[in-house]
């Protein structure tokens, strides 16, 4: 991004183009109005950069009662290409609608944010209305920045007329396709069940997928799940303490609230259980095989059908729905040594509720998400707990709090405004994302507000050098407590700030070389999410394997579909995990998207579709661009959202959630091809 200053011709006014060069290109350019009485410098250090990812923005300075008052924006536009969008707040509206009158060949759209009460009549002042965005921040103490990321949405769908494509939701909810009704159903083809749809995983993803199906009236569908249960992340990680970082009533599918969410963050065995309930008011049991591990999917182009052998039954379907998740398979680092250890050895996720850890000295691996909801518990009961730390981790205040009985039935009751909740605490998260672009004063106040729990928590000086972390805020992911500092400091409790290099018998050294005897170890070291095990499971058309199209990391059109994988959309998969938001809103874009394409095929008569390499490849350069100077690639630090093998951020959507929506919220048959 380039930044550079320009001085407007009436001397009074200055514009400063942000983004690339104006006359270089033809992307929509919008214009800032600031200085005083139209809004905070703050809320200038969101909508410019924010704006200037996809646009030219020019920043006007509107002068001040003492300066000229009137801009020239013949002057100030010369250099500007396309159609021009005035955003103006407060005061500075009439100075907008003065500009769209008179400079109706330069300025196409004004936004109108707060506007004074005479120049909120868009037909008072002679201006079509359709070329007129008005917002309105609240009433009382509420600004742009209580909201920030939610007007900057609204924006960018009136510059870029994106409502035009959102599809009426009846044609979401239309009947089940022709050709999927056709189907045969569980007939038998060479011992192997014939079904219309397989979907692999019985998380929220899989779970998910099966409630949209059925909701359609479709029957023909099987969820293989290799475990005894559904839940994914939420059945296998039974670890102390395990909680979501996600406020629960944003944690969960919009289809299906729960009024009576026990806290404001739900504990891991709560989800579980919002997510069995789910499976059976859903009606999906009968849809469910558990114990049913898929060990080959192949796509077959004689009959365009993919072949999937579990451990317990084959089956061969049109559609494939890959929801293994990308947390799901432990990572576990080669620890010279390891097999010697003489006590019990865990991974977070396969927790051992029958290793007694009372009286017991306990190491622990890593300082993650799951280590951080772990340490404390371990130090209330272990006799001591001895912290690996490769890299310390950003902690902020965790503002969870339990709801009362009045508010659970008040949310039963008032399922508007619960849905208002889930609205506010969806764009409350989306502020987060400038701090992962690096938007100074985001970023700032993120780091300030770590670093002083930080000090706030931990008084002892080697202590708190030693927890205090030497990469950039966001880069890894962030931790949200108020006792995992308190743990480190508490005398059960030593922080190691190095590696576990090797384990001799009961003794574990450090990379520093410090050593320490132990009776139990657990590794909280994450998970195998760059390389998902599925993926060297599945094969595609000329029998290429998922596993080798990704071997320099995964990468997807439509963070969904991969070429020469017809008919097969992975949910959860590349680039469609947050750091700054739920997953769960990811899920549901997706799971839009994948339905928006059956109803395509099927109105359509194709019987397989393909995406095309070029769609495939454009996505991922958008992709590429948008993560380069995010702080996931810039921030200083190794993390398990980066592919080791090609640098590239493969596990995370580089921008707003909202944007993710918005980006399949249409089905594109223009990028596939029929096979
Ligand atoms: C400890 C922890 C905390 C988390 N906290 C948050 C949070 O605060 N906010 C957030 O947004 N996200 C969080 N996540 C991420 C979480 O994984 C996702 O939010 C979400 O649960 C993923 O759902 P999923 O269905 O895609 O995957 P999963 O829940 O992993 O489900 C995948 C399922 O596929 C099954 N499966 C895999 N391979 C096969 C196979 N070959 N055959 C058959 N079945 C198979 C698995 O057994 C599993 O049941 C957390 C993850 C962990 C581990």
Redesign the pocket.
């Known amino acids: 991004m380039t930044l550079h200053d320009e001085a407007c011709t009436t001397g009074a006014a200055r514009a400063e183009h942000v983004g690339a060069s104006p006359s270089a290109t033809s992307r929509p350019a919008v214009v800032l109005l600031h200085g005083p009485g139209g809004g905070t410098a703050a809320d200038f250090d969101f909508l410019r950069p924010m704006l200037a990812r996809t646009r030219d923005v020019l920043a006007i300075r509107v002068p001040d009662a003492a300066g000229r008052r009137v801009i020239d924006w013949n002057e100030a536009l010369t250099d500007t290409v396309g159609d021009v969008t005035v955003v103006a707040i407060g005061g500075h509206s009439s100075e907008a609608v003065r500009a769209a009158r008179h400079s109706a060949s330069l300025i196409g759209r004004v936004v109108l944010i707060d506007p004074e009460p005479a120049d909120a009549d868009a037909d008072e002042n002679g201006i079509d209305a359709s070329r007129v965005l008005m917002l309105s921040t609240g009433t009382g103490r509420r600004t742009l920045l209580d909201q920030p990321a939610r007007i900057l949405s609204l924006i960018e769908e009136f510059i870029d007329g994106a409502g035009a494509d959102r599809a009426p939701e009846a044609t979401r909810s239309t009947d089940a396709a022709e050709g999927i009704r056709n189907a045969v159903s569980g007939t038998s083809l060479d011992g192997a069940t014939e079904i219309d749809t397989v979907i692999?995983?019985?998380?929220?993803?899989?779970?998910?997928a099966g409630i949209r199906l059925a909701r359609r009236g479709e029957e023909s569908f099987v969820i293989?799940?290799?475990?005894s249960d559904?839940?994914?992340?939420?059945?296998?990680?039974v670890?102390p303490g395990?909680?979501?970082?996600?406020p629960s009533h944003l944690?969960s599918f919009s289809f299906l609230p729960k009024p009576d969410w026990s806290g404001f963050?739900a504990s891991?065995p709560e989800?579980h259980g919002y997510l069995r309930d789910a499976a059976r008011t859903e009606g999906l049991e009968r849809h469910l095989r558990l114990g049913?591990?898929?060990?080959e999917m192949r796509w077959s182009a004689d009959d365009r059908r993919w072949r999937v052998r579990?451990g317990a039954g084959d089956y061969v379907c049109r559609t494939l729905i890959v929801?293994?998740?990308?947390?799901?398979?432990a990572r576990m680092p080669d620890v010279p040594g390891l097999d010697s250890f003489p006590g019990p050895v865990m991974h977070?996720?396969a927790w051992d509720d029958s290793v007694a850890l009372e009286g017991r000295r306990v190491g622990v691996v890593g300082t993650g998400?799951?280590a951080a909801?772990l340490i404390p518990q371990l130090a209330r009961t272990a006799s001591s707990v001895v912290v690996f730390q490769r890299s310390a981790p950003y902690v902020v205040p965790r503002p969870d709090r339990q709801y009362t009985p009045d508010e659970q039935a008040g949310f039963a009751a008032d399922p508007a405004s619960r849905a208002a909740m889930r609205d506010d605490l969806f764009w409350g998260a989306e502020t987060a994302f400038a701090e992962r672009m690096r938007v100074p004063g985001y970023i700032d106040r993120l780091r300030d507000r770590a670093l002083g729990h930080l000090e706030a928590q931990v008084t002892d000086p080697g202590l708190r050098a030693a927890a205090r972390p030497r990469y950039e805020i966001g880069c890894k992911r962030v931790i949200?407590s108020n006792d995992y500092y308190p743990a480190l400091a508490s005398p059960a409790v030593t922080l190691e700030p190095s590696a576990l290099r090797s384990v001799s018998g009961s003794v574990a050294t450090s990379v520093d070389g410090r050593s320490v005897e132990l009776d139990v170890l657990v590794f909280a070291t994450g998970?195998e999410s760059t390389r998902?095990?599925?993926a060297a499971?599945t094969f595609g058309a000329d029998g290429i394997r998922l596993a080798d199209a990704w071997s320099t990391g995964m990468r997807a059109h439509a963070s969904t579909t991969v070429h020469g994988f017809p008919n097969m959309f992975v949910?959860?998969?590349p680039n469609a995990?947050?750091g700054h938001?739920?997953?769960?809103v990811?899920?549901e874009a997706q799971l839009d998207y994948v339905l928006a394409a059956l109803e395509h095929r099927a109105s359509n008569g194709v019987d397989a579709l393909d995406v095309s390499l070029d769609a495939q490849d454009a996505y991922t350069r958008e992709i590429d661009a948008k993560a380069a100077s995010s702080v996931w690639l810039t921030g200083g630090c190794e993390s398990w959202y980066v592919d080791e093998r090609s640098g590239r951020l493969t596990l995370l959507w580089p921008d707003f959630a909202y944007s993710f929506q918005r980006r399949l919220l249409r089905f594109d048959p223009e990028n596939y091809s029929a096979v």
């Open positions: 692999v995983g019985a998380g929220f993803a899989g779970l998910g293989l799940e290799r475990a559904v839940g994914g992340t939420w059945r296998d990680n670890y395990v909680a979501c970082d996600i944690y963050f891991g989800i049913s591990e898929v060990l579990t929801a293994a998740g990308r947390l799901s398979d977070s996720s998400a799951s909801q949200i998970f998902p095990p599925f499971r949910l959860d998969g995990s947050l938001n739920s997953a769960v990811m899920i």
